[in-house]
């Protein structure tokens, strides 16, 4: 039974054309599965596309997308962003920051007294808030509005951010809290206490990919290993691309790489002819150039969900992932899918074994596809989330 | 690696059991000096971040380093790919790595010295308090449990 049948989400931008970013994403795609199954969706978001300039770039006002009121409001702009980035700075830098420095963190965020009225202006007309993620200034003030109502997804990661009183005083301020993957909750019931009554995992859903019908596919080499998103440090890419230069060197096996998404690719020169650069592609042709691949590497330690190995394993391609990061790893070893490597040697193990043993490999892939069916279809997902809803 | 691990059974695979083996193969390599390549204590550079909160981190990167502690200043081959004017080419080659090699040499050597020794006494440092808090940790355990039996009897 969905008792919540009028539902706000709240996010600081609206995942919209170039605006991509995993929590955004999320955020829209739950909203509109909650439009999808009947429930009243109304989405508020700022005009800003830009997450580091919070420039007002969209016009304030309605628009509809897939079923979804959604409402844009002006970013205020008397952010004082050097202060912000002093704070953020002396908070990056030790774990635990002065109580001035998260004040000036918070205030100096991103904000919008337009969005903060209407919620309290409509405080009546919403049966639950969901809001995230929990590093904006917008979502801090936000919750304190309605907590009893506001249901918090917050994206966490293991990070500076994560120690800071102010969000711990979210967490504790908030009705319920969504997470997206069992790790996750975990890590916020290590911090901040959460009791199990009020956190629940529910996550992103996926459509199917038909495999069959990706016929169309890009240049690919023959044989290869895959990395789909931002290219960066926080990423891993770089490490990546040392690792497989390395093995390239060591094993003498011509295996090459794969790049599809955003930002310059950090590599060493020698590995450069063995780089196949795709970036942004269609949805498609990169579900292509995933289920072509040996396995999708992802070296990232900081993910709350992992969405990309996800759609890998949708593909039938195993994954081989960064044991610190806990989410991924739970992912492999939850549904047998995947490896997990600490340093370079288990890395060329673990990529030795995948490309010696196809049959292990294929059965890898299949076992992550059979995972993501039953765990993140979006009639599961949207059933979770309907229940941390209702609770 | 046994292959009996790397059964595919009716339950699905057991991952965690894969990498526990492929855990166990590289213990045992590095021990035979298989891993002890220059080349991986530098591809590590990126992956040092991520253990700052390990415990294993200070043992793991002290590996690293000693990889790729000393500055290879020893003569290499020198060729010329281009076969046009090749050995022309190779002579010069040499000629240059001759007089750098000369003005250099003293220069690396000294760096490859420091460099060591400086190893030598972060390795030394880690070492002894390493060993210093594994035995105040005993001497507190052995506390606690005294304290404990104390307030019990």
Not at chain 1, 18 to 28: F, I
Not at chain 1, 132 to 156: D, R
Request: hydrophobic share 40%.
């Amino acid at each position: 039974m969905n008792t919540a049948k009028r539902i706000a989400f709240v996010c600081p931008r609206f995942a919209e054309g170039g605006t991509v970013g995993g929590a955004e994403t999320l955020l829209r795609n739950l909203a509109t599965q909650a439009a999808k199954a009947g429930q009243q969706v109304t989405f508020l978001t700022t005009c800003a596309t830009s997450h580091v300039s919070w420039t007002n770039t969209l016009p304030p006002g309605r628009k509809s997308f897939d079923g979804v009121d959604v409402h844009f409001f002006p970013v205020d702009q008397d952010r004082n962003e050097g202060a912000f980035l002093h704070a953020q700075q002396s908070i990056c830098s030790q774990r635990k920051a002065t109580l001035d420095d998260e004040a000036e963190w918070v205030d100096n965020g991103v904000h919008s007294s337009e969005l903060y009225a209407h919620l309290d202006t409509h405080r009546e007309d919403y049966d639950r808030i969901i809001m995230g993620p929990y590093l904006f200034g917008l979502v801090y003030k936000a919750s304190t509005i309605i907590p009893e109502k506001t249901v918090l997804v917050p994206c966490l990661h293991d990070e500076s951010f994560a120690y800071l009183d102010c969000t711990r005083n979210l967490f504790e301020r908030v009705r319920t809290i969504m997470f997206n993957a069992q790790p996750e909750r975990a890590l916020a019931e290590r911090l901040f206490n959460v009791p199990r009554e009020k956190s629940h995992v529910v996550g992103m859903g996926l459509d199917p990919v038909n495999i069959k019908a990706l016929t169309d596919s890009p240049m690919l080499p023959p044989q290869y290993i895959i990395y789909c998103g931002r290219r960066e440090t926080m990423k891993g890419t770089p490490l990546l691309t040392d690792y497989l230069t390395v093995f390239r060197q060591r094993t003498g096996r011509d295996i090459r790489i794969v790049f599809t998404g955003s930002g310059s690719i950090e590599a060493p020169d020698i590995l450069r002819s063995a780089i196949t650069d795709l970036g942004f592609v269609s949805e498609a042709h990169k579900h292509a150039a995933m289920a072509g691949a040996v396995a999708f590497c992802h070296p990232s330690v900081n993910e709350s969900l992992g969405i990309v190995i996800l759609e890998s394993w949708l593909c039938g391609t195993p994954v081989l992932v960064h044991a610190i990061s806990d989410v991924l790893r739970d992912h492999c070893a939850r549904s047998g899918g995947g490896l997990w490597f600490r340093n370079y040697p288990e890395f060329e193990e673990s990529l030795t074994l995948m490309l010696d043993r196809k049959d292990l490999n294929q059965a890898m892939g299949e076992a992550g596809r059979k995972y993501v069916q039953e765990e993140y279809s979006w009639e599961r997902v949207t059933q979770k989330m309907f229940h941390a809803l209702d609770a | 690696m046994s292959d009996a691990i790397f059964q595919i059974g009716a339950d699905g695979i057991d991952t965690e059991a894969i990498v526990a083996e492929i855990r166990a193969t590289v213990a045992q390599k590095t021990k035979e000096g298989v891993y002890a390549d220059s080349r991986i204590g530098r591809a590590e550079r990126f992956n040092l971040m991520n253990f700052k909160n390990e415990e294993d981190f200070l043992p793991f990167y002290l590996d690293c380093l000693k990889d790729a502690v000393f500055v290879d200043i020893n003569d290499f081959e020198i060729y010329e790919r281009r076969a046009r004017l090749a050995r022309p080419l190779v002579v010069l080659k040499k000629y240059i790595w001759k007089i750098l090699k000369f003005y250099t040499y003293r220069l690396w050597s000294q760096q490859n010295q420091v460099n060591g020794l400086l190893l030598t006494a972060v390795e030394n440092i880690e070492t002894r308090y390493r060993s210093k808090i594994s035995a105040l940790e005993k001497r507190v355990a052995e506390l606690e449990q005294n304290a404990t039996g104390n307030s019990g009897s």
